[in-house]
């Protein structure tokens, strides 16, 4: 029962199946089914029912996609995708590889390093043949090519560009991919963050540009966000939407703007945590109280293992880096320890899969905080979940005045499927109702006021109709989502606030 509690990470339906397990084993056979029906009534009854039911409706939801400019996914016909390139060949476009081939679908790897092709080949086929194993099919190993250099584009349908998260890199690679592929060639980003408009304008067919956002590692995840710029045809969106589920994900369209809507929310995230860091908290205290929550690894174990670099990139790109800046920066030049791949490392000093504190963090932090006249002080369980929570909720309700998400349940997808949000807790947005706008209106408060860098709260009420664009909060589970607070702030720049 303690490894299943454990596992469960604070859902309660898994210690409830062995508690029945246990009474029917051990209980006269009627005594036996009344203990099971009590507990069925118990987990019917219960909010983390309504959140799992919130999400398995949601996650059906986002398929009916639209956008503010009127593309629909019942006006919007996809084209068929028969055969795809992945350029660059790190993290994420090995994993992408990986999500093509295990869908049948013909693919092409391409890097420009031809070390990191090697790496790349031989981590694919042993992902492919490690899973084709687990299943007892044969591993697709046919269906991958890898290369070096962008000379064999030209049959393929669609190409998703996974190099450097730095925008002059990405918009060379796309002006070049615009002469190697055909004019019909979709061109997709798995940027993190980066203007999908500007990398449109560098190729000769705008209209054929789209985000297709993966989340690490790529053939786990089962989020795809699809990210449509001002220029993105109806053709285009529908062609990632769809190829999103044959590769197995759950596909959610989203407008453009700096991190999307997950990244938008994850940095307000990452900084609050970064922020606790500063005022006394351990990196490993505040994983484990995102942990306790129910996440799969806290907010240092994630950027660990995403690559811290991956994490600077976004930031130094979005011009969040340098001094004055929360200490992720330092932490990143911490020499040998820049990315999972070093040494399994970083900030909570991974050691292979476990997560152990790290002395040299630890000693860092006391410096940092001397330097800057920080005082260390106690830091609860409930601030650092308060802190993190809110701060990404808050940015969510921006999100949504934005109508950068069509609606919260899109949200809350995004979270529970890309990020590892527990389904027993529905999502930010379904978190934020079930906890009570109220309270979590007063705690937005309470911290703003005591740390000021600690965001603004939302402040008004909520519309009661609010739901996706053009539809009722989703009809099949009562009451969800019926409230929407809209902030008092005004929304930071994005890039384009109706494409
Ligand atoms: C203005 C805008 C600015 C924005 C600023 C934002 C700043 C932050 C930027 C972050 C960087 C970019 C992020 C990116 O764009 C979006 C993301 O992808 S965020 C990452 C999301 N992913 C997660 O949170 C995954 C969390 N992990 C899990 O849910 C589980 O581990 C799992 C994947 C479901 C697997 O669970 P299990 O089956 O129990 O197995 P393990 O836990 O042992 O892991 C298996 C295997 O997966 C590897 N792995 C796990 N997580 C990651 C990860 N995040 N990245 C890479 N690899 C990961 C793990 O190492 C194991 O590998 P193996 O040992 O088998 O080789
Ligand atoms: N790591 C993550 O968690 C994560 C998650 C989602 C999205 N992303 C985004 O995906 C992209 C790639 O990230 P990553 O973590 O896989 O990076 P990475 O550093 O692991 O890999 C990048 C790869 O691109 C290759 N490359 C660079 N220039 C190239 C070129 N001109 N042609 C071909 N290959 C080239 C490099 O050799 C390297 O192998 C970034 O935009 C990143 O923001 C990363």
Redesign the pocket.
């Known amino acids: 029962m303690a490894q299943v509690r454990r596992r469960a990470r604070g859902a309660i339906a898994p210690a409830a199946c062995v508690q029945a397990i246990r009474a029917a084993a051990t209980l006269p056979y009627s005594q036996g089914m009344r203990r099971e029906r009590e507990l069925m009534d118990t987990l019917f009854n219960s909010g983390q029912a309504r959140a799992m039911q919130h999400c398995f409706f949601s996650q059906r939801s986002v398929g009916r996609w639209s956008t503010p400019s009127g593309m629909r996914w019942d006006n919007s016909r996809p084209r068929p995708v028969h055969k795809a390139a992945v350029v660059g060949l790190g993290?994420m476009g090995r994993g992408i590889v990986v999500s093509f081939a295990r869908a049948g679908i013909p693919v092409l790897g391409v890097e420009m390093d031809a070390k990191q092709l090697e790496v790349a080949r031989k981590t694919v086929t042993a992902t492919l043949e490690r899973d084709a194993q687990r299943r007892g099919v044969e591993p697709p190993l046919g269906l991958v090519r890898f290369t070096v250099g962008l000379q064999d584009l030209r049959e393929v349908d669609l190409v998703i560009e996974a190099v450097f998260e730095d925008m002059a890199l990405k918009k060379r690679v796309f002006r070049e991919l615009s002469s190697a592929c055909r004019p019909d060639t979709l061109l997709c980003s798995n940027t993190?963050?980066l203007d999908l408009d500007q990398l449109a304008a560098t190729t000769s067919r705008p209209e054929l540009v789209v985000g297709m956002?993966f989340?690490?590692?790529a053939h786990?995840?089962k989020l795809l966000e699809v990210i449509y710029g001002p220029r993105s045809s109806p053709t285009a969106v529908a062609t990632a939407m769809q190829l999103g589920k044959r590769l197995g994900k759950v596909s959610v369209a989203v407008g453009n703007c700096?991190?999307f809507v997950?990244?938008?929310m994850?940095?307000h995230y990452?900084e609050q945590a970064n922020f606790l860091l500063e005022e006394g908290a351990s990196p490993e205290q505040v994983d484990q109280a995102l942990e306790e929550f129910g996440f799969?690894?806290g907010v240092f174990r994630?950027?660990d293992?995403?690559g811290l670099d991956?994490?600077w990139r976004?930031?130094k790109e979005?011009g969040?880096t340098g001094p004055g800046v929360a200490p992720g920066e330092q932490v990143r030049r911490r020499q040998g320890r820049r990315r999972?791949a070093v040494a399994g490392t970083c900030t909570t000093g991974l050691g292979g899969?476990e997560a152990k504190p790290d002395p040299w963090l630890r000693s860092f932090l006391e410096e940092y905080r001397s330097r800057h006249g920080l005082r260390a002080r106690t830091v609860s369980q409930q601030e650092v979940l308060e802190r993190c929570l809110y701060a990404l909720v808050n940015e969510g309700f921006r999100i949504l005045e934005d109508g950068i998400a069509a609606g919260p349940e899109d949200i809350d997808v995004i979270y529970v499927l890309?990020?590892?949000w527990p389904p027993h807790r529905g999502g930010p947005m379904f978190h934020a109702v079930a906890v009570g706008l109220p309270t979590v209106l007063e705690r937005l408060e309470h911290y703003h006021q005591a740390h000021p860098r600690h965001p603004t709260a939302p402040a008004q009420p909520p519309p009661a109709e609010a739901g996706r664009q053009g539809q009722p909060a989703h009809p099949e589970v009562e009451g969800d989502h019926q409230e929407c607070p809209q902030s008092a702030l005004r929304p930071p720049d994005h890039y384009h606030s109706s494409p």
Do not use: E
């Open positions: 993290t993190s963050s956002h989340f690490a590692p786990v995840m700096p991190g997950g990244n938008r994850l940095k990452v799969p690894m994630m950027s293992l995403s991956v994490g976004v930031r979005s969040l999972q899969r890309g990020y590892g």
